[in-house]
T-cell receptor, first 113, second 115 residues
Framework: AQSVTQLDSQVPVFEEAPVELRCNYS??????LFWYVQYPNQGLQLLLK??????LVKGINGFEAEFNKSQTSFHLRKPSVHISDTAEYFC???????????FGAGTRLTVKP | GAVVSQHPSWVICKSGTSVKIECRSL??????MFWYRQFPKQSLMLMAT?????????EQGVEKDKFLINHASLTLSTLTVTSAHPEDSSFYIC???????????FGPGTRLTVT
């Protein structure tokens, strides 16, 4: 079965600074990769996904992620964050052969003014 | 497109009672629906997977007699928490998939508090 490790539980940054949220996965099969954002007391909103093709994936709200197969990573980046980006971010991996999706523990991004 | 709703958004019930949570795919047919549980400041843990018209497949450690899942149609799945106890208090999130092996679309979640 696949698994996901989010290397940072909390990431504090100042407004307009760049940010990278790290995600590593392990799987014996081909996978799809996802990043979700969760605001307090809300469900998950898809930021971006990697299914195939270009390893650099662009998502909503100015986020992007790069799939690195050799390093089994899928780090999320944003060149300049806003206060409104403060939220919990989850990396997830899904087995291509079924719908078994596993989530990382989450990274709490806090953007300070 | 691909909107999933949950009802209710939050519910408070007394210990020993049962609570039903609905998950609906509003603009697509969901061949598979998933139920997750999320404790405060923790990640989502998959509870069970259900295919329309079939019995749900529960993850290890999830009591199938306590968490009853019904997926009677391609747009509706229900989770019933039977004989609820305070430790069942949690955020329950459903998701739906319309193509096997593809993306899941998540509902907004249901906050259950058992007193």
């Amino acid at each position: 079965a696949q698994s996901v490790t989010q290397l940072d539980s909390q990431v504090p940054v100042f407004e307009e600074a760049p940010v990278e949220l790290r995600c590593n996965y392990s799987s014996s099969v081909s996978v799809y990769l996802f990043w979700y954002v969760q605001y307090p007391n809300q469900g998950l909103q898809l930021l971006l996904k990697y299914l195939s093709g270009s390893t650099l994936v662009k998502g909503i709200n100015g986020f992007e992620a790069e799939f690195n197969k050799s390093q089994t990573s899928f780090h999320l980046r944003k060149p300049s964050v806003h206060i409104s980006d403060t939220a919990e971010y989850f990396c997830a991996v899904s087995d291509k052969n079924n719908n078994d999706m596993r989530f990382g523990a989450g990274t709490r991004l806090t953007v300070k003014p | 497109g691909a909107v999933v709703s949950q009802h209710p958004s939050w519910v408070i019930c007394k210990s020993g009672t049962s609570v039903k949570i609905e998950c609906r795919s509003l603009d697509f047919q969901a061949t598979t629906m998933f139920w997750y549980r999320q404790f405060p400041k923790q990640s989502l843990m998959l509870m069970a997977t259900s295919n329309e018209g079939s019995k749900a497949t529960y993850e290890q450690g999830v009591e199938k007699d306590k968490f009853l899942i019904n997926h009677a149609s391609l747009t509706l799945s229900t989770l019933t928490v039977t004989s609820a106890h305070p430790e069942d208090s949690s955020f329950y999130i459903c998701s739906a998939s319309r193509i096997w092996g593809y993306e899941q679309y998540f509902g907004p979640g249901t906050r259950l508090t058992v007193t």
